[in-house]
């Protein structure tokens, strides 16, 4: 399983975003996929989730109604629109799936939110 993360800037408040999951080497229409963000000195935080099917997805409350979680299972592809983005959300921005054994991670990549 492989995951690779791009599409992470230096943006200024108020700005958007689009990152973008390149996932190999599994099924990728049978999994659920999740985006995660870690701050410096803070403990890693859920952002979204969506279903294999792409027709659900969930959101921590702090990007509800700014982020938009996506996937396109023709392209193994997965999409995280970032709109209105502020200062706290800078951090690096990690995909995540996970089978009934392992939670497979990419190295992520770095949003910076400053004016």
């Known amino acids: 399983v492989q995951l690779v993360e791009s599409g992470g800037d230096l943006v200024q408040p108020g700005g958007s975003l689009r990152l973008s999951c390149d996932c190999r080497?599994?099924?990728?229409?049978?999994?659920?996929v999740s985006w995660y963000r870690q701050a410096p000195g803070k403990e890693r935080e859920l952002v979204a989730t969506?279903?294999?099917?792409?027709?659900?997805?969930t959101y921590a409350d702090s990007v509800k109604g700014r982020f938009t979680i996506s996937r396109d299972n023709a392209k193994n592809m997965a999409y995280l629109q970032m709109n209105s983005l502020n200062p706290e959300d800078t951090a690096v921005y990690l995909c995540n799936t996970r089978d009934s054994l392992y939670d497979y991670w990419g190295r992520g990549t770095q949003v910076t939110v400053a004016s």
């Open positions: 080497g599994f099924t990728f229409s049978r999994f659920g």
């Open positions: 969506i279903i294999s099917s792409g027709r659900r997805s």
